[in-house]
């Protein structure tokens, strides 16, 4: 069965430096998200993409954070510089459109900042 | 910002029970769907129940809706260990952009 993949898993960092998240969704999946994640919550939507465009990143943090998805495939988000606050889980989820409810979640990538 | 609200935040029950899970959420919705997560985990989509729709059923998941109160329960009848985990209510309003709740975090007890 297909998966959303993401790398990687785990990341350890320093404040200040910077740090990047891959996510590659289903194959053949226009729409692309980014989750953030703190422990003990619920996911939020930093940004959503429709094949190479920006739908929404109403939520990301433009100051720090970037996102890109350059031939409307794969995915990379950006942080840079990190912050002790920036600690959580980055969920990348695909779906088939726009209009296609479900999504289907990656396993993640942990991010600790010390 | 997040729109849903899971009651209990915590659930413990003991295999061969039912868990309840409720949401409640604060604005109209096009629908509601529900995710697991296990521990360290992606999300996995369990079942989507829309906003003209009352109840929906789903091997040992129940559903229902209620619009006019804005909440949502999930019910997972005769409960297994591999049950345990945490459970998301997703709000949909516009554009698929789900907005989530804090989760239940489920232990079943062998």
């Known amino acids: 069965e297909a998966e959303v993949a993401q790398s990687p898993r785990y990341k350890i960092t320093e404040k200040s430096q910077a740090v990047a998240f891959w996510c590659d969704p289903i194959s053949g999946h226009a729409t692309l998200y980014w989750y953030r994640q703190i422990l003990g919550q619920g996911p939020e939507l930093l940004v959503q993409f429709q094949d190479e465009s920006v739908v929404d990143d109403s939520q990301l943090p433009k100051d720090r954070f970037s996102a890109e998805r350059l031939k409307g495939v794969d995915s990379t988000l950006k942080i840079q510089p990190a912050e002790l606050g920036d600690s959580a889980m980055y969920l990348c989820?695909?779906?088939?459109?726009?209009?296609?409810?479900?999504?289907?979640f990656g396993p993640g990538t942990r991010l600790l900042v010390l | 910002s997040q729109q849903g609200e899971e009651d209990p935040q915590a659930l413990s029950i003991q295999e061969g029970e039912n868990a309840t899970m409720n949401c409640s959420y604060k604005t109209s919705i096009n629908n509601l769907q529900w995710y697991r997560q296990n521990s360290g985990r992606g999300l996995v989509h369990l079942i989507l129940i829309r906003s003209n729709e009352r109840e929906k059923h789903s091997g040992r998941l129940r559903v229902t809706l209620d619009t006019s109160k804005k909440s949502s329960s999930l019910l997972i009848t005769a409960s297994r260990a591999a049950d345990t985990a945490s459970y998301f209510c997703a709000t949909e309003s516009a554009g698929n952009m789900l907005t989530f709740g804090g989760g239940t975090r489920l232990m079943v007890k062998p």
């Open positions: 989820a695909s779906s088939l459109g726009a209009h296609i409810e479900t999504q289907y």
